[in-house]
Each structure stands twice: as structure tokens, then as C-alpha cells.
């Protein structure tokens, strides 16, 4: 009797371990998810700061301007997400480097890759993937994307700074 509860016990145990990594991956991709919301609501609070006039604003003269600054950062993330469906990214551009139109461009990237990102599976999270930046899984791009919207956006405040705005509180 005792070692039929054992194995009964047993084979619950590992199958609710089987579904760990699966229930993980689900859970990384709601992380993801909601990171992305808030770096989009994020971003454009930091974009909005910077007067129209100065979008074209430049640190030094070989830096990215702050429109450009903003605008590759959107741009980038159909870079990191291009490897979960073999496409070839095509993130296009903002209509001009004016303030409303790369409002708007950024808005609608951020809204394509939370759009992506809400419909992987924890299969193609764990995948590794070849990128231009070489060999990496899933999660591992992700985090990437992330990654690389914080650094530019934190570049972009160092421009409002210049200006004298204090960049909005930061957001996580």
C-alpha cells in the first residue's frame, strides 16, 4: 500500500515538474511583455520632453541626433525579433524626423513587437537562433532588445540633459 502511494506521489511529482519549463517560458514571455509596455510608455514620455525644435539636436557632430537616437531604438527591435519567424526585418522609418512623426513611428514599432512578442511560444524561447550578432536563444534576444532600448534611450536623455530637461523618472 505505502508503495503505491509512493509511485502514485512520485508520478504527480514529475509530472508537475515536467511542465516547469514550459510554465517558465509562459511567464518570461508576461514578463517581456509587460516590459515592453512600459518601455514604450517610457520611451515617448522621454520623446515628448524634447522640444520639436531640438529633435535634430546632436551631442557632438558624429552622434545620432535625438530623433535618430529614438528612432533606432524602435528600429532595432525588429532586428532582435526577425530571428523567431526567419524574416527579414523591415522596420521602415518615421514619415520625417519630425517630432510628431517619430512619435508615431515609435509607438507603432513598440506596438509591433508586443504584438510579436505576445504570440511566441516557449518553444521558440528556448530555441537558440543565429542573429547577426551570432549565436543566441530566444530569451536571449529578448533580453538583447531590451537591453539596447534602455541603452539609447538612456543616450537620449543624456541629450535632454544637454538642454537643460530633467528626463522624466525613470520606469520599470
Do not use: W
Request: one cysteine or more; aromatic letters at 8%.
Amino acid at each position: 500500500m505505502a508503495s503505491r502511494f509512493l509511485i502514485h506521489g512520485t508520478t504527480i511529482a514529475c509530472m508537475a515538474l515536467a511542465g516547469l519549463p514550459a510554465f517558465a517560458q509562459t511567464d518570461i514571455k508576461a514578463v517581456v511583455v509587460k516590459h515592453l509596455k512600459t518601455s514604450r510608455d517610457f520611451t515617448l514620455k522621454v520623446a515628448e520632453q524634447m522640444p520639436e525644435a531640438d529633435f535634430g539636436f546632436k551631442l557632438t557632430p558624429p552622434q545620432m541626433s535625438f530623433a535618430e537616437q529614438i528612432t533606432h531604438l524602435a528600429q532595432e527591435q525588429a532586428e532582435f525579433l526577425a530571428p523567431f519567424s526567419n524574416d527579414k526585418p523591415n522596420p521602415g522609418k518615421p514619415a520625417s524626423m519630425n517630432k510628431k512623426d517619430v512619435l508615431a513611428y515609435v509607438r507603432q514599432r513598440f506596438d509591433d513587437s508586443i504584438d510579436k512578442v505576445s504570440k511566441l511560444t516557449p518553444a521558440q524561447i528556448a530555441k537558440t537562433y543565429n542573429s547577426g550578432e551570432g549565436t543566441m536563444t530566444g530569451l536571449e534576444l529578448l533580453m538583447f532588445m531590451m537591453d539596447h532600448t534602455t541603452h539609447h534611450r538612456a543616450s537620449a536623455e543624456m541629450y535632454l540633459r544637454a538642454k537643460g530637461i530633467t528626463p522624466a523618472e525613470y520606469q520599470f
